[in-house]
């Protein structure tokens, strides 16, 4: 599967965005999809994920009650919806893709498949 992220750009502080994942070459109903980001300087940090039937997520801590995980109906398409952002958000945001597993992987080297990142600017 080829992921394509976008979506990304300029928002203040309190504000959102919904960031966007295209998928070609399969559907995402074949593997667990996730969101990550990283900031300058800094580690991979999952934000959000999503299973292969769309029904079951899980969220990072920092995110749980802002960020929102979706799938489209026909598979195609994933996304992120985020609210009330904060400058300390300011990353680069990648989709992934995991092959379906016991559970929903929550670490970076459990995806196989990644897009090339959407970057998000949050000002204060």
């Known amino acids: 599967v080829q992921l394509q992220a976008s979506g990304g750009g300029l928002v203040q502080a309190g504000g959102s965005l919904r960031l966007s994942c295209a998928a070609s070459?399969?559907?995402?109903?074949?593997?667990?999809m996730g969101w990550f980001r990283q900031a300058p300087g800094k580690d991979y940090t999952f934000l959000a994920a999503?299973?292969?039937?769309?029904?079951?997520?899980n969220y990072a801590d920092s995110v749980k009650g802002r960020f929102t995980i979706s799938r489209s109906n026909t598979g195609s398409t994933l996304y992120l919806q985020m609210n009330s952002l904060k400058p300390e958000e300011t990353a680069v945001y990648y989709c992934?893709?995991?092959?379906?597993?016991?559970?929903?992987?929550?670490?970076?080297?459990?995806?196989?498949?990644w897009g090339q990142g959407t970057l998000v600017t949050v000002s204060s």
């Open positions: 992934a893709a995991s092959d379906v597993g016991p559970r929903l992987p929550k670490h970076r080297d459990e995806y196989q498949y």
């Open positions: 070459g399969s559907t995402m109903s074949n593997y667990n």
């Open positions: 999503i299973d292969w039937s769309g029904v079951i997520t």
